[in-house]
């Protein structure tokens, strides 16, 4: 698949990644066994664009081995992988591969004035706080 737009923005996890265009549109490749790239296939080879996550206004996103957890601009929590660990939060189902995590947008409003920001371990996930605003 070619990519049409520029690429604006790129994630990387161990085995996976994701880029975002200047259009909005969200591609994943690499190894996909947990679902961490929300795209229900157990490889993603080559770039897959994620339907499920584009024209979300993608803000922040943390990758790491099995698990990825996406920040939207209206306050959406997306997470994608193994959960097996409760390392996602509380979920609520939104599509195969993709899901919400109530538990983290709850913590999100909770500090709205402050700039969320993600990261993750191996059985992990860090949201923290910046002071700035959105």
Request: with cysteine; hydrophobic share 30%; charged share 15%.
């Amino acid at each position: 698949m070619n990519i049409d737009a520029p690429v604006s923005k790129i994630f990387c996890g161990s085995l996976s990644g994701i880029a975002i265009t200047s259009q909005d549109e969200v591609y994943c490749w690499g190894d996909n066994g947990s679902g961490e790239t929300g795209i229900p296939s157990s490889r993603v080879s080559n770039w897959t664009m994620n339907h499920d996550l584009c024209y979300k206004e993608i803000t922040n996103v943390g990758i790491h081995t099995y698990q990825t957890i996406i920040l939207t601009r209206s306050g959406q929590v997306l997470i994608c992988g193994n959960n097996s660990n409760n390392q996602l939060g509380a979920v609520m189902e939104t599509s195969q591969g993709v899901k919400r995590s109530t538990q983290l947008e709850e913590l999100c409003r909770k500090f709205s004035n402050k700039t969320p920001f993600v990261t993750g371990g191996f059985q992990h996930m860090i949201v923290y706080f910046a002071d700035g605003g959105k």
